[in-house]
């Protein structure tokens, strides 16, 4: 992989994060495209060290937030702070379980499973365009609500899901407010990218190479600036209900994965 490539590969990871299009779906979509012949091991790296790029963004827009959820975990009174952290820990819950005990059947969606990306892009456009009918509250997130987030959350580590659009799209049809239900689940997944990083580097699964330095730090770079732009955008299109618009991107990309892997 060029430098340009890892530029264009981190632009996308930023900007699919935060947008409800599926950033592993579209990352795989790019793969293919540029004929990404990387063994499983090397494209996890790659792929991990966008994430990160893409939780440093989250973690300095939202620091503020993040500084109240950690005071929160610290205090042994049972406030505002202390129960919102609750609920992250809470929507946390049902990814960290799959994700350890399902790793390695998670892992085997990646790499070139064009078709199930397709099909997933679909059902990413179907959630986004019930949402975007749905009407605005004024609701905060409840613990049961964190709890149904936190499994549309596990359910969108199928590359092909949006996990914003997921998580957002559920969090609206729970009636949350919508720029509480943005704000809710960006902030949910900084700890599982982060404690995945960790697990990653820990367990000595992460392998490139010296070569590979420049084009995995243009990656991470490039993640990093397109994710503080897709952030901030993303939390004012969910504020004037203009999902629909992502919901009719994903149908169209979706039926062109599919018409790909099988005419291919």
């Given at each position: 992989?060029?430098?340009?490539?890892?530029?264009?590969?981190?632009?996308?990871?930023?900007?699919?994060?935060?947008?409800?299009?599926?950033?592993?779906?579209?990352?795989?979509?790019?793969?293919a495209i540029f004929g990404d012949t990387s063994i499983?091991?090397?494209?996890?790296?790659?792929?991990?060290?966008?994430?990160?790029?893409?939780?440093?963004?989250?973690?300095?827009?939202?620091?503020?937030?993040?500084?109240?959820?950690?005071k929160g975990l610290f205090q042994f009174s049972w406030n505002e702070e202390s129960k919102f952290s609750l609920k992250i820990i809470?929507?946390?819950?049902?990814?960290?379980?799959?994700?350890?005990?399902?790793?390695?059947?998670?892992?085997s969606f990646f790499g070139g499973k064009i078709l199930l990306v397709g099909c997933m892009l679909l059902v990413t456009a179907v959630l986004?365009?019930?949402?975007?009918?749905?009407?605005?509250?004024?609701?905060?997130?409840?613990?049961?609500?964190?709890?149904?987030?936190?499994?549309?959350?596990?359910?969108?580590?199928?590359?092909g899901i949006s996990r914003s659009g997921a998580t957002i799209s559920t969090s609206v049809l729970l009636g949350v407010d919508r720029t509480k239900a943005a704000r809710f689940s960006f902030l949910m997944v900084v700890p599982l990218i982060l404690g995945k990083v960790a697990k990653d580097i820990l367990g000595g699964d992460l392998n490139f190479?010296?070569?590979?330095?420049?084009?995995?730090?243009?990656?991470?770079f490039a993640a990093f600036i397109s994710g503080l732009v897709a952030c901030q955008w993303m939390i004012a299109l969910v504020k004037?209900?203009?999902?629909?618009?992502?919901s009719l991107y994903c149908a169209i990309v979706g039926l062109i994965a599919i018409g790909y892997s099988i005419f291919s």
């Open positions: 992989m060029d430098v340009l490539e890892a530029i264009i590969l981190g632009i996308i990871q930023g900007l699919t994060e935060f947008l409800p299009v599926s950033s592993s779906g579209h990352l795989e979509l790019a793969k499983p091991k090397e494209s996890l790296t790659f792929t991990v060290v966008l994430h990160a790029a893409t939780a440093l963004s989250t973690i300095v827009i939202f620091r503020k937030e993040i500084g109240e959820i950690f809470i929507s946390m819950l049902p990814a960290v379980i799959i994700g350890l005990v399902f790793e390695e059947e998670l892992e986004l365009l019930l949402a975007d009918k749905a009407k605005n509250t004024n609701n905060n997130v409840s613990f049961t609500n964190a709890a149904t987030i936190g499994i549309a959350q596990a359910i969108a580590m199928l590359p190479q010296s070569a590979e330095l420049i084009p995995l730090s243009a990656g991470f004037k209900s203009k999902l629909s618009y992502f």
